[in-house]
């Protein structure tokens, strides 16, 4: 790397380096000398990971040849999450959101990805360990991943609720007044509802925990006025377990975390591209949504993992 004469150092047996980050620059050192295998990965800090994308930045080289490495460090650091992160899983995965999307590490980026939508209990956000400001995720990135925690609550408020909606439109039984009344109680116990006060502090995988815990049984059943004997009805006989279960296990399955193979396939277009066609034609529906992806994954972090195009300077052409 400092070989070439415009470098002051190249001519040198000693090398000065201003400002650089000591553990970061062996790294870097011992990757150009091929003697990286020899450095163990048990005192590097996510800090010192962090730095070293910024060296890499700084002297031209491609994170991505640290990948191997990488995977290696993030192997031991996951083990060391009650040692470093307090026991907090997403102090971790907010930490490597930016090494793993540096790196291009495809597996790791999507589980801190999923990690961070199903288990955050507010706005996500990344988290430096540095002081070095201009290390951070391109800001598109976090918006999607705070849509689709919001998706999320959409699926499941709809889970939850459309078959309620359908029964107050469609149906008048009598029994309809005393099931409303009981679903919406025996979801109050779970803490389920109100859904908004639920969701104000709550995780997706907190909710999801609450709404197995739904109990159809405590719903007391709907009986004749005159003889106090229980009569079914339209709304008794639905089955409000498996309306729960089923919103459930939607949340649950939707989404497997951010793709960065697909990110890449929605970057700007070579020189001489096609910008427009090719923008229709990621949005056509295809069979498969993870074809020639690292990661399996289905059509919504497909969806997600969209990341737009540099935007034209005129409304119809790029003038």
Not at 274 to 292: F, G, I, L, S, T
Request: one cysteine or more; charged letters at 30%; proline letters at 3%.
């Amino acid at each position: 790397m400092l070989a070439c004469h415009r470098w002051t150092e190249s001519r040198r047996d000693t090398i000065t380096l201003q400002d650089d980050h000591i553990v970061a620059m062996e790294i870097l050192l011992r990757k150009l000398h091929a003697t990286l295998g020899a450095m163990s990965v048990k005192e590097i800090s996510v800090a010192d990971v962090w730095h070293l994308v910024l060296a890499c930045g700084k002297y031209g080289l491609n994170p991505n040849e640290f990948r191997g490495w990488f995977a290696s460090w993030a192997k031991r650091a996951v083990t060391q999450i009650d040692n470093f992160y307090r026991g907090d899983e997403r102090i971790y995965h907010r930490q490597i959101l930016f090494p793993s999307w540096a790196t291009d590490h495809a597996a790791l980026f999507a589980e801190a990805t999923k990690s961070l939508v199903y288990r955050s209990e507010a706005h996500i956000a990344e988290r430096n360990p540095t002081k070095v400001d201009q290390m951070h995720l391109p800001p598109r990135i976090l918006q999607q991943i705070n849509a689709v925690r919001g998706r999320l609550r959409n699926i499941a408020h709809k889970g939850l609720f459309d078959r309620i909606a359908t029964t107050l439109k469609a149906s008048s039984a009598p029994c309809c007044e005393r099931t409303v009344f009981e679903f919406f109680r025996e979801l109050q116990r779970i803490s389920v509802w109100s859904f908004e006060d639920c969701m104000r502090h709550c995780s997706i995988d907190d909710l999801v925990f609450r709404m197995k815990r739904f109990d159809a049984s405590k719903m007391r059943e709907y009986r004749d006025p005159k003889t106090q004997k229980p009569m079914d009805g339209f709304a008794c006989e639905h089955g409000w377990k498996a309306v729960v279960a089923g919103a459930a296990k939607r949340v649950e399955a939707y989404f497997d975390g951010l793709c960065l193979d697909c990110m890449d396939l929605t970057k700007n277009l070579h020189k001489g591209g096609d910008r427009d066609r090719d923008y229709w034609a990621y949005m056509r529906p295809r069979d498969r949504y993870d074809e020639n992806c690292r990661i399996k994954h289905g059509e919504p972090t497909w969806y997600f993992s969209f990341m737009g195009r540099r935007e034209k300077k005129g409304l119809i052409a790029d003038v």
